[in-house]
């Protein structure tokens, strides 16, 4: 069973910077694309930044220079580099993972962690 653990999350000022990891645990799986999303409360949850396997990228238009998303295959890991943080970017952050069993897609979900962004 793949199990995705998010770490990083936290309180910081505006203008402040945080790094988010999120590792699969328990998985020898190829995970194709990886990918961060948050959800604030009474919103609905949205994607930031998505990487696929080969390391294309796309994200949020809000989040454009500012955040960036990398990976590394080896490790099963993904990584979000969050700069210039605004208090809209407060929310929880999940990670997920997009892969492949006997042909069958299946998407694995971290738990979330707090990111709070307030003077």
């Known amino acids: 069973q793949v199990q995705l653990v998010e770490s990083g999350g936290g309180l910081v000022q505006p203008g402040g910077s945080l790094r988010l990891s999120c590792a699969a645990s328990?998985?020898?799986?190829?995970?194709?694309?990886m990918a961060w999303y948050r959800q604030a409360p009474g919103k609905e949850r949205e994607l930031i930044a998505r990487?696929?396997?080969?390391?294309?990228?796309n994200y949020r238009e809000s989040v454009k220079g500012r955040f960036t998303i990398s990976r590394d295959n080896a490790e099963n890991t993904v990584t979000l580099q969050m700069n210039a943080l605004k208090p809209e970017d407060t929310a929880v952050y999940l990670c997920s993972a997009e892969y492949f069993i006997d042909g069958t897609g299946h998407v694995a979900w971290g738990q979330g962690t707090q990111v709070t962004v307030s003077s």
């Open positions: 328990g998985s020898t799986l190829r995970f194709n694309s």
């Open positions: 990487i696929r396997r080969g390391g294309n990228t």
